[in-house]
């Protein structure tokens, strides 16, 4: 039997996240990303389909990397209106009992002492639901909109995020003792001071000399999710992942970038079962193999090619508008993500990619592959990609909102339950005690816990 499938639906707080001009689809809904109410309304969806989390990306820039503007991106809304992600949490949190957020945050545009405290909130009023994506940023434009010349190097921004990371540790694990908070009416003590320490951080980045601001939260640490791939991301996620979040568009690539990250997990002294890995996914279901693809067909009608090269020269830092269309694509230092560089470059031998090809790949789902038929069907390939891969679950992506995360919930769900392979209730307690069964803090054998009091 294969190993149960998890589900994390993937989307952005904009009106277009992967699926290039699909905004302009009859059947999408969001423009609605303003309305309060849709958000609540795709969280009970999902609840109701038992995904672990809504996986939220979030850029703090514009993607003006094609043709060195930001007008393509502004026409076909490539990531751009976006709001901020972690506002939306507490009111879906009110509205569900289970579901895990997964919220996107940049460690190169906040500094950690806030931005921890942001971050205990939020797991307080979400009964202890709340995941960390932590991200290094790869658009050069919100480097330059928060006042630097240009961002640090890809390498040197890991740097920074593993300063970050300890930081947060300091505050999270660090700060406040389990038993620090008395609320004692009787002696007039809400907290003891002698139980709260300051950290005292002092590092090439930071320098925190104070203590936590919140009170210890249901998990302390939120559940650290990491989209890294590339060399140097990967020794980043094997020390603080505990979800990975990889896109690669084959089994191929997606076997290696497994075996990899888990291997370096082990040389980080933790068990390769300790990492979560998902990779990115779109799905597009209907009753019947032709019904499906005619739906398909009729999505391909509304791709934005110049959205999807958008997206592809922010996310590889490449200017694709420079590019023959019949040119292959050839391997190129870059700033950005060097994982989708790899992907459509180095990383499989036996396929190279034209610049058209990667339009018409990346116009529906962006860089991740697309499963299109039945729910027989796309559970089967599911299963296929499972067994080869050794990959634990997929960040699912829509192309039209909400109607394709309610087609996995009403079509797809029910037949990987009835083949076994999807759970068919949620596990009680925190995100970290759903995903992992171990409780709600960091597992020893994590990088966090050398940090606790």
Known sequence: MSKPIRFNAFTINSPGHLSAGLWRHPDDQSHRY??????IDLATTLERGLFDGLFIADVLGVYDVYGRSA????????????????????????ATRHLGFGVTASVSFEHPYPFARRMSTADHLSGGRIGWNIVTSYLESG????????????????????????VCYKLWEGSWE??????????????????????GHEGKFFN???????????????????????????????????????AAPTRAILRHQVDALRAEAVREGRAAGDLLIFNQITIVLAPSDDEAHAKFDDYRRHISRDGALTLMSGWTGIDLSQFDPQQTLEHVESNAIQSAVEA????DPERTWTVNEIADYCGIGGDGPVFVGSAATVADALQLWIEETGVDGFNVGAVVNPGSFADIVDLLVPELQRRGVYKRAYREGTLREKL????????????GTRFRI
């Not at 480097?143 to 970050?164: K, S, V």
């Not at 459509?344 to 990383?347: E, G, L, P, S, V």
């Open 178 to 199: 389990a038993g620090a908070v008395k609320r004692d009416a009787q002696r007039g003590v809400y907290v003891d001071p002698q139980q709260v320490r300051e950290i």
């Open 34 to 39: 303003t309305d309060l109410r849709y958000w």
């Open 344 to 347: 459509f470059t180095t990383a």
């Open 71 to 94: 007008d393509a991106a502004l026409r076909n809304a490539a990531q751009v209106p976006i709001n901020d992600p972690l506002q939306l949490v507490p009111a879906m949190a009110a």
């Open 436 to 447: 992992f069964g171990r409780g709600d803090a960091l597992q020893d054998s994590h990088y």
């Open 208 to 246: 925190v000399p104070g203590c936590h601001l919140s009170e210890p939260s249901p998990q302390r640490t939120p559940v650290l999710y990491q989209a890294g791939a590339s060399s140097r991301g990967r020794q980043f996620a094997a020390r603080h992942g505990e979800c990975v979040f990889v």
């Open 143 to 166: 480097a330059r909109n928060l006042g630097h010349a240009a961002q640090l190097t890809h390498d040197n921004r890991y740097e920074l995020a593993d300063e970050y990371l300890e």
